[in-house]
């Protein structure tokens, strides 16, 4: 039992959080921290917070655990102003896409408390956000990952991970660097497939035209490109080392597949094609965990 957490960006990731160990009934009482007052009242309403601090030294004041879900950018501004405030034994953790960037954040801002401070990411979402995207069943029998670093303190971290297995996710362990390149792969680089296609098609003047015209798979690859612009920004600033390197190795690919289109080289293109549908047909459709796409 969890006497209180204190939530500060109460959007999609906090506020599912707070409604998962709530419905749980895992939590005595909850604080929500967002900059905007709209979200505050927001989930004030909705019930995912029981109180909404006035500032965020307010809203970790008392608090057992802390759980900071702000867009990456805004994560080292944050543990700088909640700092002074926490209790002596007070966890923090976070939900951030990448993981080098926000633990480098903490290590400085959190000073002598940054062996209470558990590293996390739920690899879970969807393409909306704010309070009102927030559902208690977004964790359940999706992966978290945390990924502590030497001086992280171990009860912390088992304290972090009991929460996230309390809201039916299924928690690993894995090394920060190495979290950072696989989620590049599988999340960061996607979405910008995905932003960049729907962006170069938004440009058309027939746009509407060809979009009413689209089947089932570009709604499926479209979707992220709903996603939110100022958490992607962030995500790929934050971890730009790695997407900068899939990036590099996509566009080798896209030329090649080009190349093979202008040559008329259609063995290419069913080995290319055929490669990934068996890969994909083998390995991705693992029928134990749901994708990450809405429940
Ligand atoms: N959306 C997704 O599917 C996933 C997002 N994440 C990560 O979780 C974090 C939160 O994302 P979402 O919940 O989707 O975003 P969201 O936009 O739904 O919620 C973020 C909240 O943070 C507040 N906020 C923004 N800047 C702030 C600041 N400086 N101080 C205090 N509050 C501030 C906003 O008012 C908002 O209420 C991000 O770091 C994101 O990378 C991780 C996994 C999945
Ligand atoms: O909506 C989707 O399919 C996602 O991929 C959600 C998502 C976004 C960011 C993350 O760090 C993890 C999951």
Known sequence: MIKHLSIIGVGLIGGSLALALKKAGLVEKVTGFSRSQAARDEALALGIIDNAAASLAEAVTDADIVFVAVPMGAMQAVFEQIAAHLKPQAIVTDGGSAKQQIVDAAREALGNKFDRFVPGHPIAGTEKSGPSAAF?????QHRVVLTPVAETDKSALEQVRQ???????DVFDMEVEHHDVVLAAT???????????????????DCDEVLRYAAGGFRDFSRIASSDAVMWRDICLGNRNAILELLQQYRSGLDQIEQAIRQDDGDFLIDVFG???????SRFADPTLK???EV
């Open 163 to 169: 929460m996230w297995q309390q809201t039916g996710a």
């Open 187 to 205: 999340s960061h680089l996607p979405h910008v497939l995905a932003f960049n296609l729907v962006g170069m098609l938004a440009k058309r003047e």
């Open 291 to 293: 994708d990450n796409s």
């Open 275 to 281: 490669r990934a549908k068996r890969a994909r047909d």
């Open 136 to 140: 208690a069943e977004l964790y359940q």
